[in-house]
């Protein structure tokens, strides 16, 4: 997104889901460069070699993101995604969690169809609603 400048954009978690101590979210591709074009960070961009990893719950408290985004899809509720970060004591001060920043995306909107054009947007009003008034 255009006039957000690096230092003012917004870090953005990608929770797709979680067993135990693990978590897998994204390094690269369709949804980070999604995130990238709404005027956030990824903030796991790069810390793997593919587009997908796991990771663990330490990896979500260093990175202190400012949003998390719940991938909705699976056998994993919505309601079971957010507790897992919202319940976890370690992660209170995490400021997503701590001002309940949360955005919920269906997967196949982060997907390679057109659907990705509007999950876009959807990033984007979620992150900077100011821009859209």
């Known amino acids: 997104m255009k006039g957000i400048a690096d230092d003012d954009k917004l870090s953005v978690f990608v929770l797709d889901s979680f067993n135990g101590n693990e ?3 994204t390094s690269s591709g369709l949804q980070s460069n999604l995130i990238e ?3 956030g ?4 961009k790069g810390m793997a070699d593919s587009r ?12 202190n993101p400012d949003v998390i985004i719940i991938n909705d899809y699976g056998k994993q509720t919505v309601e079971e995604k957010r507790a897992f970060a919202f319940d976890n004591p370690a992660l209170a001060d995490v400021p997503a969690v701590k ?11 982060v997907m390679q169809d057109v659907r990705a054009a509007t ?15």
């Open 52 to 63: 997908w990893f796991n990771t663990s719950v330490e990896t979500l408290l260093a990175t």
């Open 99 to 109: 001002n309940d920043r949360v955005l919920v995306i269906p997967l196949v909107e």
């Open 119 to 133: 999950a876009c947007e959807k990033i984007a009003k979620f992150l900077y609603p100011e821009c859209f008034e």
């Open 37 to 39: 074009l709404a005027g």
């Open 23 to 25: 978590i897998y979210t």
């Open 41 to 44: 960070k990824n903030a796991t």
